[in-house]
């Protein structure tokens, strides 16, 4: 059983996280989307928000799983056994961090790889910062995110 972890925060999920399942699903039996609660204060949504967004989103695709998690992500993977964690890069800009991140990681646990996967050209200027800044200026994000996420935004900053 290969199973591959993609962590985010996921505040909401978007098309770009969409297409990064979708790749991750071909090369792996089960992937695990995993909601990190270490930085729930910066969230627009709460951890509760973000697993009803993503169960609605990606909840009924095969050999997908939802689930959060604290603390280290390589304990957690460990824990999960999950022999990949999966990251998105859709830019240079993206490279530094994850890097460092991917190197700390392999440190900290040999027995975890990190695969990155680029998705689709016109997913990279995508980006849940984004998203929720055109949504509060009352911009329409529905071509850019799931439904129940396009909903979720109209409901949060009406009013
Ligand atoms: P984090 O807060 O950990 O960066 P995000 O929820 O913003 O979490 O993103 C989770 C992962 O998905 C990261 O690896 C990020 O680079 C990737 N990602 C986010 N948006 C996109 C996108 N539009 N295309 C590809 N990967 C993306």
Do not use: C, W
Not at 89 to 104: G, I, N, T, W, Y
Request: charged share 30%.
């Amino acid at each position: 059983m290969r199973r591959a972890i993609y962590p985010g925060s996921f505040d909401p999920i978007t098309n770009g996280h969409l297409d990064v399942i979708e790749r991750a699903r071909k090369l792996f039996d089960e992937v695990i989307v995993a909601v990190a609660h270490n930085d729930e204060k910066e969230a627009l949504f709460s951890l509760e928000e973000r697993l009803q967004l993503l169960k609605d989103s990606v909840g009924k695709i095969d050999k997908v799983r939802i689930a959060q998690f604290d603390g280290l992500l390589v304990e957690f993977a460990v824990a999960q056994k999950a022999s990949a964690v999966i990251r998105g890069l859709r830019a240079v800009s993206d490279f530094e961090f994850e890097f460092q991140m991917a190197l700390m990681n392999r440190k900290l646990e040999t027995g975890v790889e990190t695969i990155f996967l680029m998705p689709k050209e016109e997913y990279t200027y995508l980006s849940s910062r984004i998203i929720k800044e055109i949504a509060r200026l009352g911009g329409d994000v529905s071509s850019f995110v799931p439904p129940a996420v396009s909903k979720a935004l109209v409901r949060k900053f009406a009013g």
